[in-house]
């Protein structure tokens, strides 16, 4: 959530990508495509809330029915 709310790099995140990077794997970022300043997850707990949920549903939905690439 709070990689995707504030706009933070996540290190650990970044070097799992960069290690990943020329493999040839369909990655769906979505860190990348939450507005900003938008709370993703439910109160003391970091599960998504149902609208994030929502959202994400939706977006891997499109990911996986349009056409295959890296990281986006």
């Known amino acids: ?4 709310r ?3 790099k996540e290190p650990a995140t970044e070097r799992l990508l960069e290690l990943v990077a020329d493999d040839g794997l369909d990655i769906l970022d979505l860190r ?4 900003k300043n ?5 109160p003391n707990d970091n599960h998504y809330n149902p609208a994030a949920a929502a959202w994400a549903a939706r977006r891997i939905s499109e990911h996986l029915a349009g056409p295959r690439g890296s990281v986006k």
Do not use: F, T
């Not at 959530?1 to 995707?4: C, K, N, Q, V």
């Not at 990348?32 to 507005?35: I, L, S």
């Open 1 to 4: 959530d709070w990689e995707a």
């Open 6 to 8: 504030l706009g933070i």
């Open 32 to 35: 990348q495509q939450a507005d």
């Open 38 to 42: 938008r709370v993703l997850r439910l």
